[in-house]
T-cell receptor, first 114, second 116 residues
Framework: AQKITQTQPGMFVQEKEAVTLDCTYD???????LFWYKQPSSGEMIFLIY??????QNATEGRYSLNFQKARKSANLVISASQLGDSAMYFC???????????FGAGTRLFVKA | DAGITQSPRHKVTETGTPVTLRCHQT?????MYWYRQDPGHGLRLIHY???????DKGEVSDGYSVSRSKTEDFLLTLESATSSQTSVYFC???????????????FGPGTRLTVL
């Protein structure tokens, strides 16, 4: 069984500052992938970043990086230099490699202040 | 955006009526998914497909059926809609292969369904 926990229902960050969104997970799979998605107020789901359980380096995609701590079962998303357009809902998800059943967390709503 | 469209985008229906939602993709991806999104729950997997006529249940499949007769189309049917099925429904495709991380999913724009 897999489970994702996002403990921060809402977060505020000042424009141009960095912010960390927490994600912890539980899984019985040896091989798995962790994902982050962004959902702006317009409603679409946007893929941001992926981390494989066997990847030794933390994933990065532009201003997004994933702080992966396998022993602690955490996969926190770090957004550097926040922009007003980063205001959105952010979802962490986990799926087994070779499988299909991706489990999503309840999400964290991020508010970027000018 | 992986060329994913969903139809209809909005629908209001009455309890007990059948409803079919369509997901269409233009990039010939093998894997397709249906999710529902409700406040406080994130997205929950309803059904998924790993090829034409190959489908399986997700975590919230009761009351839903799916069909995939062509690679590009994945249909979700509510045989007899109930108010608890009021939700936003997202279709997704799994993009695999060179240049993609394993089983990245890309989503359609969503369908807002209201069952009165």
């Amino acid at each position: 069984a897999q489970k994702i926990t996002q403990t921060q229902p809402g977060m505020f960050v000042q424009e141009k500052e960095a912010v960390t969104l927490d994600c912890t997970y539980d899984t019985s799979d040896q091989s798995y992938g962790l994902f982050w998605y962004k959902q702006p107020s317009s409603g679409e789901m946007i893929f941001l970043i992926y981390q494989g359980s066997y990847d030794e380096q933390n994933a990065t995609e532009g201003r997004y990086s994933l702080n992966f701590q396998k022993a602690r079962k955490s996969a926190n998303l770090v957004i550097s230099a926040s922009q007003l357009g980063d205001s959105a809902m952010y979802f962490c998800a986990i799926g087994p490699l070779g499988g299909f059943k991706t489990i999503f967390g309840a999400g964290t709503r991020l508010f970027v202040k000018a | 955006d992986a060329g994913i469209t969903q139809s209809p985008r909005h629908k209001v229906t009455e309890t007990g009526t059948p409803v079919t939602l369509r997901c269409h993709q233009t990039e010939n991806h093998r894997y397709m998914y249906w999710y529902r999104q409700d406040p406080g729950h994130g997205l929950r997997l309803i059904h998924y497909s790993y090829g034409v006529k190959d489908t399986d249940k997700g975590e919230v499949s009761d009351g839903y059926s799916v069909s995939r007769s062509k690679t590009e189309d994945f249909l979700l049917t509510l045989e007899s809609a109930t108010s608890s099925q009021t939700s936003v429904y997202f279709c997704a495709v799994g993009r695999t292969g060179t240049g993609f991380s394993y089983n990245e999913q890309f989503f359609g724009p969503g369908t807002r369904l209201t069952v009165l």
